[in-house]
């Protein structure tokens, strides 16, 4: 009665140009994963979508234009920015920022690169973040809309975390990702290839030499791994400045899953082809 809720994308095309309306209906959501591993390159969503599920995009690792009509989100929503998805994990409007988080994981890479104690404030993955991808990832023009601010990692579980550093990408704490997603599913996440994966957080675990992790169902092991195994994943966060939202493209806040509508075509219609931290 509240609209189409897309579920499933069944086109063999690679561009998809969601329609504002099917059959008369408004097309007001996107349900989880309805576009995994398509095949698209190009995407298009209407104004009227206001909700889009957890990794409703992955897989399309080709995909390189993507226009949002959508009038800016709030927690949940999704930004499309440096080529990359985002999930909005805060909007402070008062400090006219957005924190947010990659919604795939973005690399498999370790913590630290030797078995030894460490901290955010002293690993690599934090060196690495704060230079090599943030200048490879993002244009000079992108990155001056990136704030650098203060990024906390205290004590946990008895284990310094490295305390205050000056980061423009980080990772989320373990208290972060605890409290900013209200269940293991909606925290879990794939690779941008589609695979499921573990992923870092920047706190220390039960050893000194273990950082905190999330498991591929969403579930934070606040005990950690070692901070050199080499199969966990990065999703970096980030503080965006929303008062040059010229940058980037605004999609609906999350929802949960859909029963609506399965979708093929290059415009969307139903039926179609079978699948082919801060101051």
């Not at 709030?74 to 924190?99: I, T």
């Not at 990692?153 to 423009?168: A, L």
């Not at 929802?255 to 609506?260: A, H, I, P, Q």
Request: glycine fraction near 10%; proline fraction near 5%.
């Amino acid at each position: 009665d509240d609209g189409v809720r897309i579920t499933a994308y069944t086109g063999s095309r690679a561009w998809v140009r969601i329609p504002a309306a099917i059959d008369g209906a408004p097309v007001v959501a996107i349900g989880e994963k309805a576009f995994f591993r398509a095949g698209i390159t190009e995407l298009s969503i209407p104004e009227s979508v206001t909700e889009i599920g957890r990794s409703a995009f992955t897989g399309n690792e080709k995909l390189c234009t993507v226009e949002m009509q959508n009038d800016p989100a709030r927690e949940g929503g999704l930004v499309y920015f440096g080529g990359l998805f985002w999930r909005v994990l805060e909007w402070n409007a008062d400090e006219s920022r957005a924190l947010v988080l990659s919604e795939d994981i973005l690399e498999v890479r370790p913590y630290h690169s030797e078995w030894t104690a460490m901290t955010w404030k002293e690993c690599d993955l934090r060196a690495y973040l704060n230079g090599e991808f943030l200048e490879d990832t993002f244009t000079e023009e992108e990155r001056a809309r990136i704030r650098l601010g203060n990024v906390n990692t205290p004590y946990c579980n008895g284990n310094p975390g490295g305390g205050i550093t000056k980061d423009s990408v980080f990772l989320l704490s373990a208290d972060e990702a605890a409290a900013y997603f209200p269940d293991d599913a909606s925290r879990a996440a794939c690779l941008r290839s589609g695979e499921p994966c573990w992923w870092w957080l920047r706190s220390p675990g039960d050893h000194d030499y273990y950082a905190v992790n999330v498991d591929d169902d969403g579930w934070v092991d606040r005990d950690g791994y070692y901070v050199y195994y080499y199969s966990h994943g990065v999703r970096s966060a980030l503080n965006l400045n929303l008062s040059s939202s010229n940058l980037y493209t605004w999609a609906g806040t999350v929802c949960s899953d859909g029963t609506d509508a399965e979708v093929g075509g290059g415009t969307v219609t139903p039926g179609g082809d079978v699948p082919p931290g801060v101051d």
